[in-house]
């Protein structure tokens, strides 16, 4: 097998964050559950909640697309493999995600609908309330894979989000089979209980059928998935049908369980928390960026967990700080 060029290649949602500080009183008038991602449908919808938001942040998100940013902002080669379409939002995506020296070569797609946006109102206690307009990304095809690419990456990274609609599944589907053919390694994101709930069966397929080499969860995730009766009964329900599974534990840190042994670490201390926005994304990017160099378990999780602090220092989803320096303190 030849070493690969790429440490990632992801495929997700394509879209844009527009974020904004909001009250409580605001995100419970408007009929949000605080803390909570809901899909807007209709462009009509969406663009009725974008006029009520306040002065804020426009910046390229999703949340594969947030994992592959970590990932280059530690030092790593990555690609990103996501549809926009041939409009503004597509522009500014496809520059900021170039910019962060990602492969991204995904022709924009004419026409409607627009490229996908999340409106995520920021609570003053850091919690983000996300409304997420999809657009454009749910029209991935499977022509728009490049095979060699991701024949040519340690890992290829999924979201769960984007399992939803037809063409992006079966992308994904022909994506793990062209990773598997050429002896790379499959991680995914389970990414939010909602997409669980629609799609369990299918999740369980992939797992079931040893497809799956790396999966990512939080507590309420995996327990979700396996409808066990907590986190521990859950792990244990997957762990040997999938090599490595990682779970996040909010405040109380992280554990990786690979067969029967289990790395645990505490969650990184931060000052203040200020939005809590993309911080399972970047949890993932330290953990992947250390699997790809070969890490142990312990240190990639603490990457992790330092990746994850870093993020919710701040608005937004993508790194401000010098990561490379983070990475450093490992």
């Known amino acids: 097998m030849t070493q690969p060029a790429y440490d990632v290649v992801a495929i997700g949602n394509a879209i844009v964050d527009i974020l904004s500080p909001a009250t409580d009183a605001f995100v419970a008038d408007n009929g949000m559950t605080k803390g909570a991602m809901a899909l ?31 990932m ?43 490229t996908g946006r999340c409106m995520i109102f920021v609570t003053p206690d850091g ?7 999809l657009g454009a990304s749910h029209y991935l095809p499977e022509a728009a894979l490049d095979r060699a690419l991701i024949a040519d990456a340690q890992f290829l990274y999924l979201e769960g989000y984007l399992w939803d609609p037809e063409e992006p599944r079966a992308a994904m589907r022909a994506a793990i089979d062209v990773a598997r053919a050429a002896g790379r390694k499959v991680a995914f994101t389970l990414s939010a209980e909602f997409v669980i709930d629609r799609h369990r069966d299918a999740f369980h397929e992939l797992i079931d059928a040893r497809l799956i080499d790396v999966l990512f969860a939080n507590e309420a995730e995996i327990v979700s998935l396996t409808q066990a009766a907590d986190t521990e009964a859950a792990i244990a329900a997957v762990k040997d049908k999938v090599p490595l599974v990682v779970v996040t534990l909010s405040e109380a840190g992280a554990c990786a369980v690979a067969g029967d042994r289990r790395v645990r670490v505490p969650a990184a201390p931060v000052d203040k928390v200020v939005d809590t926005t993309g911080a399972g994304d970047l949890f993932a990017a330290g953990f992947l960026h250390g699997q790809a160099r070969g890490w142990d378990l312990e240190r990639s999780l ?21 990561m490379k320096a983070l990475a450093a303190r490992v």
């Open 302 to 322: 603490k990457l992790g967990a330092l990746c994850a602090a870093e993020i919710i220092s701040h608005f937004g989803a993508r790194p401000l700080a010098d």
């Open 72 to 114: 280059a902002a530690l030092g790593g080669n990555c690609a990103f493999i996501g549809q926009v379409a041939d409009d503004q939002l597509g522009d500014v995506f496809a520059h900021d995600i170039r910019a962060a020296g990602i492969r991204f070569d995904t022709e924009a797609r004419p026409g409607s609908p627009t």
């Open 127 to 133: 919690q983000r309330t996300m409304n997420t307009f």
């Open 40 to 70: 807007v449908f209709s462009p009509e919808d969406a663009d009725a909640l974008y006029a009520k938001m306040g002065p804020g942040q426009e910046v390229s998100g999703g949340s594969a697309a947030n994992t592959i940013a970590g």
